[in-house]
């Protein structure tokens, strides 16, 4: 089985409802960006949103999840993300990575 760290791109065309809510668009738990990397990451974001009703999010994790239980993870979080979704048509890509599979 490969390692696992560049795991999961999901894009769902899915019922989109607009919330007044700012959505958080990266999550960086691994703490791999810096500041200005995450700052960039969600000026490009808005652009997105606003150009092409995109609703992008990029998660970074390190909890060590492999095959199923990562995909399992991965799903959760796209039904959550996706229910708060910014986006008039529904439009939500999800990047989700797992920073720390445990494999060597």
Known sequence: ?????????????INGCNNSDTPEIVIDQAGLLSQAEIRS?????VTLLEKHDIDFRLILKSNGFDGEAFNLQANKLMEELASNSPSSQGRV???????????R
């Not at 890509?93 to 494999?103: Q, R, S």
């Open 1 to 13: 089985m490969k390692k696992l760290f560049f795991c999961l791109l999901l894009i769902s065309l």
């Open 41 to 45: 990451i969600q000026e490009y974001t």
């Open 93 to 103: 890509i999800l990047l989700f990575i797992d920073t720390n599979t445990g494999k």
